[in-house]
């Protein structure tokens, strides 16, 4: 199971830090990334990290802003987002993929998603 935190409101510009904890060892995971959905919007990749050597992947409309990591021990990843815009409003997911089978792209055959973490960007 995967438990997120770290959503609320912030302004336009502002700065959060999303966590996604798993109930168990990540150790032997693929990947695990980070999705969301906004009002009206279909779900979308945000940021991916592979695992065995730590690749990771940003969307176009986050990259330079947001920041993928992970710390293993703590069976942890998390995103920092900075400069937020009110377009990055939506409910953020993470999803864990053990096999290498997920889509980074449309999150099928992910293994794991967690329950969704709000991320409001207003003033």
């Known amino acids: 199971q995967l438990q997120a935190s770290g959503g609320g409101l912030v302004q336009p510009g502002g700065s959060l830090r999303l966590s996604c904890v798993a109930s168990?060892?990540?150790?032997?995971?693929?990947?695990r990334c980070w999705f969301r959905q906004g009002p009206g919007k279909e779900r979308e990749v945000v940021s991916c990290?592979?695992?065995?050597?730590?690749?990771?992947y940003y969307a176009e409309p986050v990259k330079g802003r947001f920041s993928i990591s992970r710390d293993n021990a703590k069976n942890t990843i998390y995103l920092q987002m900075n400069s937020l815009k009110p377009e990055d409003t939506a409910v953020y997911y993470c999803?864990?993929?053990?096999?290498?089978?997920?889509?980074?792209?449309?999150?099928?055959?992910?293994?794991?998603w967690g329950q969704g973490t709000l991320v409001t960007v207003s003033s």
């Open positions: 999803a864990s993929d053990r096999l290498g089978v997920g889509n980074w792209i449309s999150g099928s055959d992910f293994d794991s």
């Open positions: 168990g060892s990540t150790l032997g995971y693929h990947s």
């Open positions: 990290i592979r695992n065995s050597d730590g690749h990771t």
